[in-house]
């Protein structure tokens, strides 16, 4: 029997276009624009239904920090981050708990892997004192990182329509990842695209670039997909070739290594014999030197 799962959104690409926007870099042009137009559009997928919680709550939690502006009183940003932040654990916690009996915040918590200081700071802006404008604005902005662990990152890995935009996004996000836990645990979920796929969106990456640090953080992802081994590149590894200074000398060797790729060139090893005369050959070891090369052991009549 064939279940349907009706979603707010037309298909994954409008979800993850919302992903996108959400979690847009501060250095963006249209960094806040993007982001408002996301919340409107996550307010509309609510009003529609099935909107899953932690989408609407990414959305409060980021319109709170929107809000957050010299001008507006500092009661109402305080209200505002402890209703959206109070309201983000609660509906979670809640959608699972135990329906045969009742759980503790804090067990429901430890399950899911939410810090405890996150129930703890729900209690306090619920039924004490509000607290203070600079810990609603840290717990906030940690809540978002929190549900993209959590949540939006998983979306595209078992995906095996994703798109060549969603594998970009995916790997904008491992690029910018500080943690290398976090990195490693994201760069062990690229098997579910093959090595061209990885390679083609580098090398579109590579042309949104916008500086040398994160120029050469493509390179080295670029290499450790290449080598295959999933050992990350250590900085004398890149020397000498790998260690520049410039964007433009970086774009360049990896031009080169994609130019390599596809153009591969076949060494033909040569055979070394070793002279009768070698030392090395009358106590009847000695180190192969050169390629191996097989040789057959008879013919077929």
């Known amino acids: 029997m064939v279940q349907y799962v009706i979603t707010p959104w037309r298909d994954r690409r409008e979800l993850l276009r919302v992903r996108e926007q959400l979690y847009s870099r501060p250095g963006d042009p249209a960094y806040d624009s993007s982001r408002r137009q996301a919340v409107s559009q996550v307010s509309v997928w609510v009003e529609r239904g099935n909107c899953p919680h932690l989408v609407e709550s990414t959305a409060i939690l980021t319109s709170a920090i929107l809000n957050d502006v010299p001008g507006n009183s500092t009661w109402c940003i305080r209200a505002a981050y402890a209703s959206s932040f109070s309201r983000f654990v ?31 700071l729900r ?24 549900i993209w662990d959590y949540y939006w990152v998983h979306l595209s890995i078992d995906d095996e329509a994703a798109s060549p935009e969603d ?51 493509l390179v080295k992802l670029s290499k450790k997909l290449m080598n295959g081994n999933g050992e990350s590149a250590r900085e004398d590894e890149l ?42 050959a009358v106590s009847g070891w000695s180190m192969y030197e050169g390629a191996w090369v097989s040789k057959p052991i008879g013919t077929v009549c």
């Open 167 to 217: 594998l970009r996004v995916y790997l904008r996000k491992l690029l910018e990842e500080t943690n290398e836990k976090v990195r490693g645990e994201m760069e062990a979920r690229l098997v579910h695209w093959t090595q061209d796929q990885l390679l083609d969106a580098l090398m579109e990456l590579e042309l949104e670039a916008q500086d040398s640090e994160a120029f050469l953080r």
């Open 123 to 146: 209690h306090q802006a619920t039924h004490e004192e509000l607290p203070s404008l600079q810990k609603l604005r840290t717990a906030s902005r940690k809540a978002l990182l929190w």
């Open 239 to 280: 020397a000498p070739e790998m260690k520049v200074n410039s964007i433009e000398e970086l774009r360049k060797e990896l031009t080169g290594v994609q130019e390599r790729l596809d153009d591969p060139v076949v060494d033909v090893p040569q055979r070394v014999e070793l002279s009768p005369n070698d030392d090395s």
């Open 90 to 120: 609660t509906g979670l916690l809640d959608s699972h708990q135990d329906k045969r009996r009742k759980l503790s915040m804090y067990s429901v918590a430890k399950t899911l892997g939410l810090p405890a200081t996150y129930v703890e």
